[in-house]
């Protein structure tokens, strides 16, 4: 360091390439997701009146905007224990 020039380390500059390449490595990874589309199991589980009334009508665009997602709707109208039977979403009326 003068009075006219700053000039970092050798281990500043390595410290600076190594960030720089975090940081890049950072920007790829939010590309990925921001390019990514929802696909996967979703598994959903409702009364059969609701079902009809609400779930099936909407499905058919449900499904032409997100293809790669896979349905698997259930329907009762017990109570379901989401975890032990690896339910996303359980739809229900009325008291619960």
Request: net charge negative; with cysteine.
């Amino acid at each position: 360091r003068s009075t006219r020039h700053v000039a970092p380390t050798l281990d500043g500059e390595d410290y600076y390439r190594r960030c720089l390449a975090i940081l890049a490595d950072i920007e790829e990874a939010e590309g990925l997701l921001r390019d990514a589309k929802p696909r996967g199991v979703l598994r959903i589980d409702s009364h059969p009146r609701l079902t009809r009334t609400f779930i099936l009508p909407g499905l058919p665009d449900f499904l032409a905007r997100y293809p790669l997602i896979d349905i698997h709707l259930g329907q009762s109208d017990r109570l379901v224990d989401l975890v032990r039977e690896g339910v996303d979403c359980a739809i229900r009326a009325g008291e619960l």
